[in-house]
T-cell receptor
């Protein structure tokens, strides 16, 4: 099992540009989570999906952020337009049965907006 | 507000020594408490998961304890190795079921020196 796969690993973009982060969860996992990690705030939940349906997006900072999960094996997190304060490491995690057995995190995407 | 506080913020020890990391939480009710290890540039990896009725759980040289009355948990690392250098994150699952929102601590950064 290759684990949770995120791409790209690093992204540097200019302010105002659109950024799309991608995630492939572990096959068979029915819940997918997007987190953001910064030094100041640690890990914060942005949104999570259960069976491809968004369940809780209360952590999405503002309308510039959107996430989709068109099928069980793929999810995207899009930021449009990006701002320097969006610079962070974005993690995707997946689990079976909404967390009972623990989460598996991807290696993250380090986003830098200049 | 439900919170998870970890101490110390950072710690340096010599290889072979033991250490204990602390986690205090105000999350109530809670269903489980998890400890994660996060290597630099990687996603968090689960070390232990304890329900509110468990007092201790071990994973190799890692032993986690939980006192639900005082709302404290600790992670004890025995015979530390250089590879133990990482950030250790305490995570509490909010609510009475295993599917509750995760509340993350800010982490303790451990550095093991030869």
């Amino acid at each position: 099992d290759a684990g949770v796969i995120q791409s790209p690993r690093h992204e540097v973009t200019e302010m105002g540009q659109e950024v799309t982060l991608r995630c492939k969860p572990i096959s068979g996992h029915n819940s997918l989570f997007w987190y953001r990690q910064t030094m100041m705030r640690g890990l914060e939940l942005l949104i999570y999906f259960n069976n491809n349906v968004p369940i809780d997006d209360s952590g999405m900072p503002e309308d510039r952020f959107s996430a989709k999960m068109p099928n069980a094996s793929f999810s995207t997190l899009k930021i449009q337009p990006s701002e320097p304060r969006d610079s962070a490491v974005y993690f995707c995690a997946s689990t079976q049965d909404r967390g009972i057995y623990g989460y598996t995190f991807g290696s993250g995407t380090r986003l830098t907006v200049v | 507000k439900n919170q998870v506080e970890q101490s110390p913020q950072s710690l340096i020890i010599l290889e072979g020594k033991n250490c204990t990391l602390q986690c205090n939480y105000t999350v109530s009710p809670f269903s489980n408490l998890r400890w994660y290890k996060q290597d630099t540039g990687r996603g968090p990896v689960s070390l232990t998961i304890m329900t509110f009725s468990e007092n201790t759980k071990s994973n190799g040289r890692y032993t986690a304890t939980l006192d639900a009355d005082t709302k404290q948990s600790s992670l004890h690392i025995t015979a530390s190795q250089l590879s133990d250098s990482a950030s250790y994150i305490c995570v509490v699952s909010e609510g009475s079921s295993n599917t509750g929102k995760l509340i993350f601590g800010q982490g303790t950064t451990l550095q093991v020196k030869p």
